[in-house]
């Protein structure tokens, strides 16, 4: 088995500010995203209703239809 070779501090600094830097990113890029998100969530929400309010009331309106005495 080979020994494990010695990395530089200068790569080991670079590393770990690379990852610190991508945590920070990504917190900046959650936090501008969520709010967005939040009203996508309610808008679709919205119409999901509006949409089962047609699907109720064309139901009903079929179910209507159908019955009559010239089956």
Do not use: C, H
Not at 22 to 48: H, M, N, S, T, W
């Amino acid at each position: 088995m080979v020994p494990p070779v010695a990395v530089s501090p200068l790569i080991k600094t670079a590393r770990w500010s690379a990852l610190l830097l991508g945590v920070i990113y990504g917190k900046q890029r959650f936090d501008y995203l969520k709010p967005i998100a939040e009203e996508e969530r309610r808008v679709e929400e919205a119409e999901k209703k509006a949409r089962e309010e047609q699907e109720r009331i064309y139901k009903r309106l079929s179910e209507a239809n159908s019955d009559t005495i010239l089956k």
